[in-house]
């Protein structure tokens, strides 16, 4: 398994937030000579989630990032917030958000053994499984599907054909 090491900052990482049920773990993995900051953390309920999650974030900023020497570290801090039943409106909010770090948002409970929070920190943030799509692309415009064809004569008389039906107002 991966090495993480784990930072004892709990407490400051939770400060001014109101939910005094939260958990925060904050560990971090060595990869190519620099780290990369990884916060977990999850609230006592969504409401608390909505409530807290900018805090966190400023909290991070602020005692972790504001201490990174090095860019490629200052830019490689991400926070997972682990929650229960939340709204993908409120998903897209903590995700889209640019401030300090990258966010995530997984709809389960935070693992309380740190080798399967490890394990799932491991899956969504660095075991990329990218498959190659082999498939022709698919245009929206039907009139123009003459582009998949591989042989470019083709291709060029099609286009002529197109751009003249264009012309006359064949397609709209």
Known sequence: M??????????ELKDNISDSGS?????????????????????????????????????VADIVQKKLKELIEIFNIYII???????????DKIEQNK?????????????????????????????????????KPKFVIKEMDFLNDSESENREFAMEQYIEKRAEGEYQ
């Open 99 to 135: 401030y300090s770090s990258r966010k995530l948002v997984i709809n389960q409970k935070m693992p309380e053994d740190r080798d399967e929070l490890k394990n799932i920190i491991s899956r969504k943030l660095f075991e990329l499984d990218i498959e190659k799509d082999n498939s």
């Open 81 to 91: 917030f682990f929650q229960v039943g939340i709204d993908e409106f409120v998903v």
């Open 2 to 11: 991966i090495e993480y090491i784990c930072i004892e900052d709990e407490e």
């Open 23 to 59: 958990k925060v773990v904050h560990m971090k993995r060595e990869v190519n000579g620099y780290f990369i900051h990884v916060i977990c953390c999850q609230f006592s309920d969504v409401k608390e989630l909505e409530n807290n999650w900018e805090e966190l974030v400023t909290n």
